[in-house]
């Protein structure tokens, strides 16, 4: 589209259903290339994809034509297809329902890509929980607990 100039940063993070530790090690780098595959297949220009033993984030600039909540969608369903064809994990896999998105402006980005990339050591310090209920937080997004993923300590 002639004169249409955008750049929205989004940042979004889903959880395995029930809050399993099922992102193994073994096979995390491996599914955080796949849902960049997903995200830039569809038209989305992938900024930074990590996570750890029991969610996701992922970082990327929204083509201004597509909506997050079509995103979401399409990376959570085609990332659940490609982890149970892969039988990594005994069962069935599947993601909780719902995400968190944020979004950032562009002199905010090294800042979002350095804490996505960095998860790992993030989380040696801070739950899953607090570093979600700190993001709702940040942004002042009212929420009702029974809607917030399921968190189980």
Do not use: C
């Not at 830039?40 to 994809?49: C, F, H, I, R």
């Not at 982890?83 to 719902?98: A, D, H, M, R």
Request: aromatic share 16%.
């Amino acid at each position: 589209m002639a004169n249409t100039y955008t750049q929205f940063n989004i940042h979004a993070v889903f959880a395995v259903k029930g809050r399993q530790n099922l992102l193994s090690e073994k096979y995390r780098p491996d599914l955080f290339r796949y849902i960049s595959g997903i995200l830039k297949n569809k038209g989305q220009y992938p900024l930074a994809v990590n996570g750890y033993k029991d969610h996701v984030h992922i970082f990327f600039e929204l083509h201004p034509a597509s909506s997050i909540s079509d995103i979401m969608r399409d990376v959570k369903a085609n990332s659940s297809k490609w982890i149970n064809e892969n039988k990594f994990v005994v069962g069935k896999f599947s993601w909780q329902e719902g995400y968190g998105g944020f979004s950032y402006s562009r002199t905010q980005r090294d800042n979002v890509i350095n804490y996505i990339l960095d998860q790992e050591k993030h989380h040696s310090k801070h739950s899953f929980k607090e570093e979600y209920l700190e993001l709702l937080r940040i942004f002042q997004i009212e929420f009702k607990d029974e809607y917030v993923f399921e968190f189980f300590e």
